[in-house]
């Protein structure tokens, strides 16, 4: 009895933090182009996916066969390009208009459509894989998983110290809190306000380009990727409070762990309910999430 | 001039809808009116949440897909005759809008996008799970249609079921058009714009949002019990993405708060998009790039056109003062 539940708690550990640690990714981007621009921006799952075919087109060697390093940089590059794109022409025109929210829903689900039909078109349909960053395994309290979902568990935490120095300690990294706490006052002190705009989407974009690099490793490529992925990633920012980044990262970790949980007691089928459910009743109880402001 | 014309264009527009089967019986251009059909039901429908209420509510099309799922679990599973198709797909629409309207009651902007849009995966994910019940992935299938005697609504390239939605996009129309100018509807457009006044006048919040909702769900659960049974079948593509964003698209483009605005618009994007059916995925890019154009140029929608345009032409009449040359 004893052994059984502690093999099942090992389990749930290991699967856990992986799946946790993509979220992490996932949502960090989301959550700055929320904080910055008070949007939400669904062109992140179809960014992941384009970057991974990036990769793919770059490292493969029935592609140009460069090498993965060579396949990762392009990709992110890739991705932080096109999403200075889908700010420039997607979102910066609209600022300001007093549907904004919904506008920004539209263009941007626009805007995902368009890429993912774009990749369908370069790429066709056959479903591709990246290679996995390192070979081998690591063995973590009591349970073995890959070197490449070790990667991403360290990655992640690091990634998120990386975002918190650069906001903190840079310059740009101020600007672009300043734009965030109160635009106008941001303009006044000389801080161009479209060109933070324009960083922080940046910045998002190829940390989902990141995270689609890495989950094309685990999954097979498609144009739909990062589809499922990014309605979690939605569920974390919102679950940890709009506007928090410390709310974001424990949202990651709470649906990551909640979601292996329900995995190996329910079943895959029924965890996706079971989330989306806890997600409703938890956001009618507690409508700004766990750290955010009303 | 505007006014005058209103009710001929109406008419006209109505009439030749019902003419159209009679000078027509080719079985293509029968689907896409049944189709274009449907969803100017679902845009005006829509439109009563998010373009009078102002409530970013994306689980209309769920609504749409639960009341087909409804009508054909209950009339091929258990059997009920297929004309209680209607009343159980309105039932099970208007009841899935309240349950999904409980926890939308205390939330504002973003949040309700995603409460809505997160209730929508949960229907699909249970449609998912029960696959003895739904099918799974495989949809449900062999819904039986409407008969009468040995008439089957499908006879003469499915005129049976052109009537039935011709005849509830009349009643979504009158119904809408009669909320607009109904006290109910005064209401709900004043907690749009200035909810907090709203409220402090005595407009009670919770009723009338939830009541909004309720009322909003009757006609995608009747068309899609319609659907059900016209299709034969109830997939799980009807709660995915592009279903959701074509459908929002129509509403936009067609223009948020008029009732001919989402009509025109469904009639418009249905039949541009068989027009581009040939290029194959090209068509999701131009339909992208069109959305993207329309809401730049064009926020107030196909309704908004017309007043935009007699902006212009009054403003080129008038001889521009010269001071302003100077």
């Not at chain 1, 589809?227 to 974001?248: F, N, Y």
């Not at chain 2, 495989?138 to 006879?155: K, N, Q």
């Not at chain 2, 049976?160 to 129309?173: E, F, H, Q, R, W």
Request: aromatic share 12%; hydrophobic share 55%.
């Amino acid at each position: 009895m004893l052994d059984s539940l502690m093999l099942a708690f090992q389990s749930i550990f290991a699967s856990g933090l992986v799946l946790a640690s993509l979220y992490v990714l996932m949502a960090a981007g989301l959550a700055l182009v929320w904080n910055t621009l008070g949007i939400f921006n669904f062109t992140h799952g179809a960014l992941m996916a384009a970057a991974a075919y990036v990769a793919w087109t770059v490292a493969d060697p029935r592609g140009l066969d460069m090498g993965l390093a060579m396949g990762v940089i392009a990709a992110i590059l890739v991705s932080a390009v096109l999403g200075f794109l889908i700010n420039y022409l997607l979102v910066a025109p609209f600022l300001g208009q007093k549907q904004i929210v919904l506008i920004a829903v539209m263009t941007t689900l626009s805007g995902a459509f368009f890429i993912e039909n774009s990749a369908l078109l370069l790429w066709g349909p056959r479903i591709k894989q990246l290679d996995k960053f390192v070979d081998g395994s690591v063995r973590i309290a009591g349970t073995t998983i890959s070197g490449h979902e070790a990667i991403i568990i360290l990655l992640a935490p690091l990634l998120m110290l990386g975002l918190w120095a650069f906001l903190r300690f840079t310059w740009t990294g101020s600007a672009i809190r300043a734009v965030a706490q109160n635009r106008e006052f941001a303009e006044l002190s000389g801080i161009r306000v479209q060109r933070m705009y324009a960083i922080a989407f940046a910045i998002a974009a190829a940390l989902a380009g990141l995270s689609g690099i890495m989950l094309g490793a685990i999954r097979f490529i498609t144009p739909g990727l990062g589809g499922e992925p990014l309605l979690k990633a939605l569920i974390v920012v919102i679950l940890g409070g709009l506007g928090s980044m410390p709310g974001t990262v424990l949202g990651a970790y709470l649906v990551g762990f909640g979601e292996a949980t329900s995995t190996y007691f329910l079943g895959a089928y029924w965890t996706q309910a079971v989330l989306f459910l806890v997600f409703i009743g938890f956001l009618a109880l507690r409508p700004n999430g766990l750290f955010g402001k009303p | 001039m505007e006014k005058k014309l209103r009710p001929t264009a109406i008419a006209a527009f109505f009439a030749i809808l019902v003419v159209l089967p009679l000078v027509n019986d080719d079985s293509y251009i029968r689907h896409i009116s049944i189709i274009a059909i449907m969803y100017a039901v679902l845009g005006s429908s829509w439109n009563i949440t998010l373009g009078y209420g102002g409530v970013f509510n994306f689980a209309h099309m769920a609504f749409f897909a639960v009341g087909a799922y409804a009508t054909g679990i209950l009339t091929k599973t258990f059997g009920f005759s297929p004309w209680f198709g209607l009343p159980i797909g309105i039932t099970a629409s208007v009841v899935a809008s309240v349950l999904v309207c409980l926890p939308v009651l205390r939330l504002k902007g973003v949040y309700v996008i995603l409460v809505t849009f997160a209730f929508g995966q949960l229907c699909l994910q249970i449609v998912l799970n029960q696959r003895e019940l739904t099918g799974g992935n495989f949809g449900l299938v062999s819904i039986p249609p409407l008969e009468i005697g040995t008439f089957s609504f499908r006879d003469y390239q499915n005129i049976g079921y052109y009537y039935l939605s011709l005849a509830i996009l009349a009643l979504t129309v009158a119904a809408v058009s009669w909320f607009s100018r109904s006290r109910f509807g005064w209401r709900v457009v004043a907690l749009r714009d200035n909810e907090a006044y709203a409220v402090s006048r005595g407009v009670p919040l919770s009723r009338i949002r939830l009541l909004t909702f309720a009322f909003s769900a009757i006609f995608p659960g009747a068309i899609g019990a319609v659907y059900a049974q016209y299709v034969r079948s109830a997939s799980p593509d009807m709660f995915g993405f592009s279903f959701l964003t074509l459908a929002l698209s129509m509403l936009l483009l067609g223009g948020t708060g008029s009732v001919w605005g989402p009509v025109a618009g469904a009639f418009v994007f249905t039949i541009l998009s068989e027009v581009m059916a040939p290029l194959g995925p090209g068509r999701y890019l131009i339909t992208a790039v069109l959305i993207v154009l329309i809401l730049r140029f064009f926020p107030k929608g196909l309704a908004g056109i017309p007043s935009l345009v007699a902006q212009q032409v009054r403003a080129a009449r008038k001889p521009k003062p010269a001071a302003e040359a100077a």
